[in-house]
């Protein structure tokens, strides 16, 4: 229900009156037996709409309205069917890609990046057809590794952050990630590359010259040559090529 005797709508009448006055706002009154009488204000539905939307809207910013959300989204079966949706939503995405369509996957992660950047404040602007060109010039193969790159179903918004759902190595390796090759520039067409989710951890905030010189003192250090594989590394390259 409106309240009419809210301060707002107070408010508000007393600016249409004037503007009605002004001949800036349609009149509300109408002639009956020779004598103009005024209409009620906010009898019409479009006002009482938009005042009733007003009032919503300071209710969903309130924190009372917050804590009723947070506990509906707790009860255990709004959980449960928040979660089988996603698993719905995340297999459909990585069964189009693994049909041919990266589309579904790459709208996803777009908007992913899009609130992570607004939420951290980095700079974004970025289109899904600049992103499905970079993967397509790529040939799907990481940046860096050269190797194949692929959506996984457990990569649903951070789901390796819940226990006892860690991604695997071999996973890591072939799991695609969106790198920026100059951090400071932000997601923008142009400075972004797809590299495996391992690379893109370790890479961090380093640009793209920054990390290779990390490499070459590693390297140099360490005396790695070119080639140097390990025993270990050898077995999990194998799973990642049967992946």
Known sequence: MINFKDPKIKRYNENYRRLEKEGLAPSTTYKKTGKKTRRRKYSTKVEAIAMQKIQNKIYKNSPKAKEVQKKYRQKPEIKKQTTKNNREISMHRVNSWLQGDSLPYFKYKISYLKSRCKRENIKFDLSIEHLVDVAAKQHC????????????????????????????????????????????????????????????????????????????????????????????????????IKN
């Open 141 to 240: 193969r990481c940046y860096y590794t050269e190797m194949l790159l692929r959506p996984y179903f457990n990569e649903m918004d951070g789901n390796s952050k819940r226990p006892g759902k860690k991604k695997s190595l071999d996973g890591r390796f072939t799991q695609i990630s969106i790198d920026r090759i100059k951090p400071e520039k932000g997601y923008v067409n142009g400075n972004v590359v797809i590299v495996a989710d391992i690379i893109n951890s370790m890479k961090s905030n380093f640009s793209e010259e920054q990390f290779k010189s990390v490499i070459g003192l590693i390297s140099k250090n360490h005396k790695i040559d070119q080639n140097y594989r390990s025993k270990d590394f050898k077995e999990l390259y194998k799973k990642i």
